[in-house]
């Protein structure tokens, strides 16, 4: 069983940046295919970015050129760089996880573990 934490949302205006961590404990991330997805209230969960255990990352056509994911396996710990934000950015984000370092999966349906959540809000 991983247990998923996130941090780092906030509210930020346009054009700005922030940074959003999640970190893991029970396993070792590196077996760990890890993404982030987002979702607005009344809204499907989207698939953000994601990053394999064996590397190699995944984006979303949104936030390719803006959003950057990396992991730190030492520190069990993957994040989400977020640059030039956008009002359409704003959600709230979460971590997610599966075993197998193979593939970057963009359905939520295919990751069974997950993080609480973080707000994201990008004021115009």
């Known amino acids: 069983q991983v247990q998923l934490v996130e941090s780092g949302g906030g509210l930020v205006q346009t054009g700005g940046s922030l940074r959003l961590s999640c970190t893991a404990s029970?396993?070792?991330?590196?077996?760990?295919?890890m993404a982030w997805f987002r979702q607005v209230q009344g809204q499907e969960r989207e698939f953000v970015a994601g990053t394999r255990g064996t590397g190699g990352t995944t984006y979303a056509d949104s936030v390719r050129g803006r959003f950057t994911i990396s992991r730190d396996n030492a520190k069990s710990t993957m994040y989400l760089q977020m640059n030039n934000l956008e009002p359409e950015d704003s959600a709230v984000y979460y971590c997610a996880a599966r075993g197998g370092v193979s593939a970057v999966y963009l359905s939520p349906r295919s990751y069974n573990q997950w993080g609480q959540g973080t707000q994201v809000t990008v004021s115009s």
């Open positions: 029970g396993r070792a991330v590196s077996s760990l295919t």
